[in-house]
């Protein structure tokens, strides 16, 4: 024990650990991993009644592993030709407003990074006051609707279309960009446009990416704008299926239903979730270190 | 009193007055709109579509709150028909359901400000104890990954595990009691909106904190242990000071969403049987604008509610310039 203590000191920053603090190590690593488990517990249980059988479910004995191994909701929902058109629409839901939120976010950051545009202070005040103030939900929904918006994708992708947030993280990162480039460029002869594109967007891809990501998951998950202004079935997206789909199991109504049903209603929850989660996790490992950057650039800057 | 006799004298005392004065009388600062209109129009053309943006979609709502104060018709125009004054929001203030939904409002804001706003530190200080970077990196990993999920997703799971044969019912009846339907109990529903909202927000509330981390300065550690400070107390004086500035910003934010208590997933999760502690002032809204198609009366609460959590950010931030030193302008 002693010799391991004496070998084991050097390599640990300043004096020797005190025991208490070795004990609070130990401590630690195991809080931490609870935290993990209590995270992932969730995901888990839902993929486990995904995969089980009804009745399983029902008894309630089904915790991480799944219990009678079962595809029959997975099928199920597959040959459910409303679920893939609504899968279909969040996918060009999610595409076409990302597109619009980056040009227009862009646009709007590089414009506010340049400190000796006059006028700068009011631009930025307009995005900002936006933050702290908004109009509220009816006369947004009034608004929309007398824009002739409703049942259209542009109630989706449009009012949602610059968030404050990610536009200050980029005007961070165009501020941090060396403004001696822009001027050699401007010299050579490019005007604004042609800076831009050519020189500044270049150079911006990691934060165009991240942009993309922040604006590509919130659109993909968002579903209120949706279940507002869209009244037909198949101009859903696929958390509005969802969310249908959870509301009507919990209603009364389905409960009285025959029991068949609201039993299949357990899995069938379950596969919609893990489906509509899967594209989420299977990007996930690979750009949570984007996020995590763009979260920071926009802490210390913004 | 020519130039050249003048200077050597007062030249000293002159200088910082000079420094100041000229700095105003700059050409660069007297450009006038045309000027700059005429060098950086194509800088204000990239702007005009995300001002428009801006005024449509933010600022004409904001207007648009006008109907608050006028009666307003299904299919009329935006702006109401005619004047009716203040008379929606005394209707409000004496209704009953109102102050009902109001004191949920705090209390759910309240417990979410407790539980959501100091928990992501903890987190954030026992990863930073960790130095097995492995270890730290897989930890923080799991912990962001709920917040990537849609609400809609979160509100399942969570119906899910709080079902009859959900897991919190096998825990239950692990302990041998019987099995509850915990969303259809009002007494739940506060646990169980916090606890989903802690499990989705935790993790990447540490963000913003671990990156603050790293920026304190060694330093001070390396004097807190010369004078014999402890790991507890090396925390407690260097860590957490070190840290405040992000705190108090995040603090200032919460507080000015105190009001909009999430809203989607209350709207996914409450049913009528929850309403006495899940319903709070966006969602009786909603229900008046959408269900009772009483847009008037919902848009005044709603100007009620945005007022309010305008004022809360405002005198946050002053309190914490006066007494701290950190605000967000």
Known sequence: MTLGTKVDAPKTRGPVDSRGYRIFRVVNTVVLLGVVVVTLYPFLNIVARSLSEEAYIIAGEVTVVPRGFDLTAYKLLMSDAMFWTNYRNTVVYTVVATLISIVLTTCYAYVLSKPQLKGRPFLIGVALF??????GLIPNYVLVTSLGMKNTIWAVVIPNAISVFNLLVMKAFFESLPSELEEAAAVDGLNTYGILL?????LSKAII???VLFYAVSFWNSWFAAFLYMDRQDLLPVTVYLRNLIAGATSAESAAADADKVQAAATLQAVTIVLTTLPILAVYPFVQRFFVRGVMLGAVKG | MTSTLRPPPPAPPRSPQAAQSPAPRSP???????QALRRDWQLYSLAILPLLFFLVFRYLPMIGNIIAFRRFKPGGSIFGEYWVGLRYFRMFLNDPTFWEVFTNTLVLGTLTLLFCFPLPIVLALLLNEVRARRFKRFVQSVSYL???LSIVIVAAMVMQLTSIEGTANQIVSLFGGDPVAFLQKPEWFRTIYVSSEVWQTVGWGTILYLAALTTVD????EAARIDGAGRLRQTWHVTLPGIRPT??????????SFLAVGFEKILLLYNPL????????STYLFRMGFQSSNFSYAAAIGLFEAVIGLILVLSANVISRRTVGTSLW
Do not use: K, Q
């Open chain 2, 28 to 34: 660069r600062r007297g450009r006038s709109w045309r």
């Open chain 1, 209 to 211: 990416a991240t942009m």
């Open chain 1, 130 to 135: 936006t933050m702290f103030f908004s109009g």
């Open chain 2, 218 to 221: 060694e330093d001070l550690y």
């Open chain 2, 274 to 281: 929850t309403y006495p502690t899940a319903d709070v002032v």
């Open chain 1, 198 to 202: 050519r020189i500044v967007l270049p």
């Open chain 2, 247 to 256: 705190m108090v910003t995040l603090l200032i934010l919460n507080i000015g």
């Open chain 2, 146 to 148: 709920p917040h990537f």
